[in-house]
């Protein structure tokens, strides 16, 4: 019989039991208070496939697969994308690496893909209607054209973030597309804002809740089903910050991200944003459309085991997204020449409904931090521009981490609570970087 043995990769042996790929791989093993202890063979190991040694190791957790180790890219080619990289073709889902976002405005071509069912075969502007009805007191069906006659057009430049972006570091695994740090953009959006267009329609009293249609198809083909149907508040859709748009960086917004018409929604996951939209239906209750419910865009209220089952009960739907930031340059790893050892490092940072206050990075494994320059952001809900200039004490391999604070007074962890679907993973962003001398 041959050798029939299944080749683990690094990550799959650190999803199943990190600590124990710690010990196989590196023979490093945990301290009580989660640092690592390598010596020997162990940290000469490490360096080897790092390819340098590494000064601020005793800092290192324990269970941490070094960042040059844990990446891994797929180039992903769709017609007006460029360097996009793909988790899934039906629907198609595509993230955008780290290093292509550092643009103040991420271009179209670089805005990540979110879709949940099969995008429509046309998306002229040319005949395609929105439709409000519900509990209006004048229900209504505009054209793109209407909207841009009777209502102020106003751009923003808006962050939008899946509701799942970070799922790939959750263990055990969550189920659903496996985005790494990428589903994440702030376009410039020029639409009108949803208030307007609801008050013109009259929003009843008893309204308390919007339910968004749009022209894609679920993936069975059954016309009968939704590909998705979301909703939010009416606080939220009054927020002024809150569009219908038909602009995307001073052009037609791209198909894949939901022309000629979509809502964006900043600071909530974008599935709150529906694409291709033809419809706002009001309503009294909150919307049990598709992917409402019972676990979808929903995390636990109090935290549970890695693993554990949470009753649909105890789920409560996703809101404000929480804070959390991206290292944007140097990509990660990034080797200085010789005989330079400061690098300027820069990202983005972004709140939810909150804006960020602070700015920290470390480049010892989280043993001290130093704090970043911090830009205002252009408008609310746009992330906003962080940089700072690290020097390093010798040579050897470095990872930078980033860590944000809100205006509450939160900050991003190094860990995240579990949960069943993966979401709203904001630990902190790494990079590995090498100085050579």
Known sequence: MGDKRHERGICELYAED??????????????????????????????????????????????????????????FMLEGKDGLSVLNDRPVNAETPAHLLDDDVTPTARHFIRNNGIAPESTSPDGWTLKIDGLADNPMELSIDDLKDRFEVVSYKLQLECGGNGRAAFNPPASGNQWTVGA???????????????????????????????ADSHLSGDPGKDAISRGMPIWKAMN??????FEQNGAPIHPMNGAPLRIVA?????????????????????????????????VPR???????????????????????????????????????????????????????????VSTDFGATWQRAELMSPPNPYSWQRWRAELNFPT????????????????????????????YLNNSMHRIAVRVEA
């Open 18 to 75: 990190p600590e124990r790929a710690d010990y196989l791989i590196f023979g490093r093993r945990a301290n009580p208070d989660r640092r690592g202890f390598m010596q020997g063979a162990g940290l000469a190991t490490m360096g080897a496939l790092l390819g340098a040694a590494i000064p601020f190791h005793r800092n290192m957790p324990a269970g941490l697969i070094p960042a040059a180790l844990a990446e891994e890219t797929d180039s």
């Open 184 to 214: 994440v953009g702030n376009s410039e959006w020029t639409g009108v804002r949803l208030a307007d267009v609801l008050q013109a329609a009259g929003v009843k009293p008893e309204a308390i809740y919007t339910a968004h249609y749009g």
């Open 240 to 245: 002024p910050h809150t569009l219908i748009a």
């Open 266 to 298: 900043p600071g909530w996951p974008g599935s709150t944003s529906q694409k291709w939209l033809t419809r706002i239906w009001l309503r009294d209750r909150v919307h049990d459309g598709q992917k409402m419910g019972p676990t979808s865009y929903r």
């Open 302 to 360: 109090y935290p549970v085991a890695p693993g554990e089952e949470v009753p649909h009960e105890a789920m409560r739907i996703i809101e404000s997204m929480p804070v959390k930031s991206l290292i944007t340059y140097p990509k990660s790893g990034h080797t200085l020449p010789v005989d330079h050892r400061t690098v300027e490092v820069r990202g983005h940072a972004w709140a939810g409904d909150e804006h960020v206050i602070a700015m920290h």
């Open 395 to 422: 040579k050897g391999y470095y990872e930078v981490w980033a860590r944000a604070t809100d205006s509450k007074g939160r900050m991003q962890p190094f860990t995240v609570n579990w949960n069943p679907k993966g």
